[in-house]
């Protein structure tokens, strides 16, 4: 079975920037999309980008496109979100989400919400 565990989250003031990380065990890394969320308090959940199952490709949500930068390390399989010029509205719990799709075979959209395995979540705070 897929396990996902983010870390990386804190407390930071505004313009900081964090990386999160997600460690992924359990099957092929590599065969996997991986996408990052945001949950902030009282909203609902929300993409914040993904990446595809070999690193080529990756998109972003408008309100963190030049700011946030997603990337992934198969050989250590591990996806991370480097977040820059973090803003009090980037506080969210953060959880990362994989699903098969090697070669994009199963037809996914980039910003599709659709996957398998999710993470816990690491909290991030940004004061102002």
């Known amino acids: 079975q897929v396990q996902l565990v983010e870390s990386g989250g804190g407390l930071v003031q505004a313009g900081d920037s964090l990386r999160l990380s997600c460690a992924y065990s359990?099957?092929?890394?590599?065969?996997?999309?991986m996408g990052w969320f945001r949950q902030a308090p009282g909203k609902t959940r929300e993409l914040v980008g993904s990446?595809?199952?070999?690193?080529?490709?990756?998109y972003y949500a408008e309100s963190v496109k030049g700011r946030f930068t997603i990337s992934r390390d198969n050989a250590k399989n591990t996806a991370y979100l480097q977040m820059n010029s973090l803003k009090p509205e980037d506080t969210a719990d953060y959880y990362c989400?994989?699903?098969?799709?090697?070669?994009?075979?199963?037809?996914?959209?980039?910003?599709?919400?659709?996957?398998?395995?999710w993470g816990q979540g690491t909290q991030v705070t940004v004061s102002s």
């Open positions: 989400a994989a699903r098969w799709d090697k070669y994009g075979s199963r037809g996914y959209a980039p910003d599709s919400p659709e996957y398998e395995y």
């Open positions: 359990g099957r092929t890394f590599s065969s996997h999309a």
């Open positions: 990446i595809t199952w070999n690193g080529d490709s990756t």
